[in-house]
């Protein structure tokens, strides 16, 4: 028999937190992770707009960008950042990106028309917040977070919200038409991350902000396979163990994010898809011919990934030094689309803002009588004048041997990145600053 999901998750993540809390003991709200006398901190109260220092994150990385933003913790999404301002160097104030960016469902179904669950407004994700130990969050800070309607009640407040810095490799390498000098510069990043457990699985949702301004959304799947979904055959599972029996159940993760943009401080923005054809050559040419093609999205939209297609969010009141609009380009990653219910049938849907529109699937908020609980009922050719993004990555999850014991993470996630937020790469060394345009022009 089945157990059911959301019981298991409150009994294994009520112990979990009672073990953690011995094996790490407490860390102060804002403080280092290091570990700490027992004394647990009091919480803070909730973030406002403009929020205490306890609920503000502001890092300067080693090259000079500077990111700033609030947070604050939800009982269902987890983890909500809010006002996500980016300033690299050179600029003289921040630029506002973000007003709001947090997970806005975590769909599981399984591949025998078992069960499905909604992790965020079903299956108690939020209140399954873990602690972390101190080795964890690597060279960085544990905050506290007091985690409404908790599964422990007696010890609501967890540490659990980590936030580091962290190198990614080269930013750039160029050594130009002479072997005199080679400039290259190894980037940094900063991370914002939390684990939450729901049943057997912990998701670790990770926020990645890039000195070049790219931010990086990214869940990570690892914890156990459940060891009651054990009875699939061949076509719904896979074999885990000896021989041909404890055939692990598939099943799909189908994880939206939902980004309220806001930038440059205003939140009407606009969105713009653009689209590639390739041609064959003309006669005499050398080459085949690629024309894109700018299409305004004045209304909302149920969109599609394809080749050689993206979209970009435009501010209406900010111009690079360049007379450029600031944009950002959202990046889609890697995706098995998972087309069994009606809200996945897309990979992104822009819709006009309306404050009960919070999760895309099973909306807890009221959003009046008609108005439908997902995201793909929200879609009905309202004027775009403050676009909210709905980006929907899915990984369709059929175990292997390796998945045990404890399962790998499996990422999945996508990106957004500056496209004219400022005049030259933001990480550009001063002696090149003269390079922007048509450089053998003198420009």
């Known amino acids: 028999m089945r157990v059911n999901r959301i019981s298991r998750a409150r009994g294994r993540t009520a112990v979990g937190l009672s073990v953690a809390a011995l094996a790490v003991g407490a860390t102060t709200a804002a403080g ?25 994150i502001e890092q300067k990385l080693a090259t000079g960008t500077t990111w700033t933003m609030c947070w604050h913790y939800e009982s269902e999404a987890g983890l909500v950042l809010e006002n996500i301002s980016y300033q690299p160097k050179g600029e003289p104030r921040p630029i506002r990106v973000l007003t709001s960016a947090k997970l806005a469902q975590i769909h599981v179904p399984y591949d025998d028309g078992s069960v499905e669950y909604d992790d965020l407004t079903g299956a108690g994700f939020g209140q399954g ?41 080269h930013a750039y390498r160029m050594q130009g038409d002479t072997a005199n000098k080679v400039w290259q510069r190894q980037g940094k990043d900063l991370l914002v991350y939390t684990v939450n457990q729901v049943g057997w699985y912990e998701y670790i949702t990770e926020w990645r902000f890039q000195d070049d301004g790219t931010v990086n959304m990214n869940v990570g799947a690892t914890g156990s396979l459940s060891p009651d979904d054990y009875d699939a055959g061949d076509g719904r599972g896979w074999p885990i163990g000896k021989g041909a029996k404890s055939y692990a159940t598939s099943h799909s993760h189908n994880v939206f994010w939902r980004l309220n943009f806001g930038l440059d401080g205003s939140s009407k923005n606009k969105v713009e898809q653009y689209d590639s054809v390739v041609s064959p050559p003309v006669a005499g040419g050398e080459a085949p011919r690629n024309k894109t093609t700018r299409k305004s999205i004045t209304k909302e939209l149920a969109g599609n990934a394809k080749n050689m297609r993206w979209w970009r969010v435009v501010s209406t009141v900010g111009k690079n030094k360049d007379e450029h609009a600031r944009s950002y380009e959202i990046i889609p990653g890697a995706s098995s689309k998972y087309p069994g219910r009606s ?10 803002y309306k404050k009960c529109e919070q999760f895309a699937s099973n909306n807890l908020r009221n959003c009046g009588s008609g108005a439908g609980k997902s995201v793909d009922k929200w879609v009905n050719g309202q004027a775009l004048t403050h676009p909210v993004a709905w980006v929907n990555v899915g990984f369709h999850h059929v175990a292997r041997d390796e998945d045990q014991q404890p399962m790998p993470v499996h990422w999945q996630g996508f990106s957004i990145a500056p496209r004219d937020v400022t005049a030259m790469n933001p990480l550009t060394p001063p002696a090149l600053a003269d390079q922007n345009g048509q450089v053998q022009g003198g420009s």
């Open 32 to 56: 280092p992770a290091l570990a700490q006398p027992a004394a647990a901190p009091k919480a803070a109260p909730a973030a406002a707009a403009d929020c205490s220092a306890a609920y503000r």
């Open 129 to 169: 917040m873990m602690n972390m130990a101190p080795g964890e969050c690597p060279g960085g800070t544990i905050k506290t977070v007091k985690v409404p309607d908790g599964v422990d009640p007696e010890n609501p407040n967890v540490k659990g919200l980590c936030t580091t810095t962290r190198s990614r490799g």
């Open 343 to 352: 809200f996945t049938k897309h990979d992104i849907y822009f819709t006009q």
